[in-house]
Structures are given as structure tokens and as C-alpha cells.
């Protein structure tokens, strides 16, 4: 199946074309697999709590979020790159990649290196994040402060010796603001369910095998940086 859904994907579920980023991805394989049957072939539950059914994945709830399982991107990485182990079934799908999955990939990635390049901000980030779930606090609008977050100007604190420092990379800021603010939201919320660890892993396993050079570029300028 997973090998089918690689090479058919540019086929998958038309309709979904119309949505951006990993909104288009998720939609294509909800038509593929259902959560329920994710979880009945992985042969594990896929949240651990959070809002949403077996059926249906709440996407909108203000006031939790779902709680990954860490054995769900554990298997997602045994078993969604069958292409490590076959060099022409890699041949086939890298245009596919390119076309359809490169640039979500490479966003995601962006995201979270400038993130996980200050881990206090990161984990602060995520229990203020947690608590103001906890306390059913949490602003509809909570993650529009972080719109901004690839500019280099971006801060936390107007005092230059407290405003939280990162690294980046010139150009990242012309992500598109709003997959900026949700993907913040995406491993803040991973951070905050301590699964962000095991989804990095397979994210770079993609981007390894899929996108290399990519990869390579982006932790030599990180490396760069930091010294």
C-alpha cells in the first residue's frame, strides 16, 4: 500500500490539489487510509489524548491538542520510506517527491533548525504553550505572534539582552507567513508532547534520501554559524 500510495500520489484525490502545504499531503492520504485504519495496521493507537476521535482529526480545538503516541513516528519511519532498500522504486518516486513533497519537507525542517537552534526558547515555548491548554487559556489567535519568526529581526523582548537568539539562514524568511505560524505550532505542540525527537529523526531520513544536498547545505550553514 505504501508503495502504491508513493507512485500514484500525484493521482491521489484531485480535489486535494486546491489546499497548500501539508494541508494538500494530509488530505491525499486521508483518501488513502483512514486514522482508524492507520492504527489498526500500525497496530497501535496514534493519539494518546487530545481531540481527536479514532475517525476524525479535530484540526480547530482551542482548547487541547492531540497527543502523539512516540511509537507512531517510530513506525511511520519503518515503514514510509520503503524506497531506502530499492534503488529503481527511489528512481521512480524522486520526481514525485520533488513535485509534490520537497517544498512541505524542506519547511518543516526550516522550522524547526531555527528552533531547536535556541532550546530554552524552544521548551519555554512549549510549556507556556501546554499550560495555556491545560488552563483552556489559549488564544485563537495565540500563534500569530510567531508570523514573523524567520525574519531576522524577529524577537521575543524589546531589551536586546534578553530577546531570545537564534540562528538562520538569509532567505528563509520568504516562507509564506501563515505555514510559518502553523508549523511553529506544529513542533511547539510535538515539543510539548515530547515527540518532536522522533518526528526530526524521520524527517531527516526523508531529506537524506530524498533531498540531500538540501540537507547537507543546511547543517553546514547551521555548523557555519555556530562557531
Not at 515555548?125 to 485563537?140: C, G, K, N, Q
Amino acid at each position: 500500500m505504501v508503495e502504491t500510495t508513493w507512485i500514484q500520489f500525484p493521482k491521489i484525490a484531485l480535489y486535494c490539489d486546491k489546499q497548500v502545504s501539508y494541508h494538500k499531503i494530509f488530505c491525499k492520504i486521508q483518501t488513502v487510509v483512514s486514522l482508524h485504519k492507520l492504527s489498526e495496521y500500525l497496530g497501535i493507537q496514534i493519539f494518546l489524548s487530545g481531540p481527536h476521535s479514532k475517525y476524525y482529526l479535530e484540526s480547530n480545538d482551542l482548547l487541547d491538542f492531540g497527543h502523539y503516541n512516540p511509537e507512531f513516528p517510530q513506525k511511520l519511519r519503518e515503514f514510509l520510506l520503503p524506497a531506502k532498500n530499492h534503488p529503481k522504486l527511489l528512481q521512480l518516486t524522486k520526481p514525485i517527491y520533488n513535485e509534490w513533497l520537497q517544498q512541505t519537507a524542506r519547511d518543516f525542517f526550516v522550522i524547526y533548525q531555527k528552533l531547536d537552534s535556541n532550546p530554552k526558547f524552544f521548551r519555554k515555548e512549549a510549556d507556556r504553550y501546554l499550560l495555556l491548554v491545560e488552563e483552556s487559556r489559549l488564544d485563537p489567535y495565540y500563534l500569530d505572534r510567531f508570523i514573523l519568526f524567520l525574519y531576522p529581526a524577529y524577537t521575543d523582548n524589546e531589551d536586546p539582552e534578553e530577546a531570545a537568539k537564534f540562528s538562520m539562514i538569509p532567505g528563509d524568511e520568504s516562507m509564506d507567513a501563515q505555514i510559518v505560524k502553523e508549523l511553529v505550532g506544529f513542533w511547539i505542540r510535538r515539543k510539548a508532547d515530547g515527540t518532536d525527537t522522533e518526528f526530526i529523526l524521520g524527517l531527516v531520513e526523508l531529506l537524506s534520501l530524498y533531498d540531500p544536498e538540501f540537507y547537507e547545505f543546511r547543517i553546514n550553514s547551521s555548523k557555519s554559524q555556530s562557531k
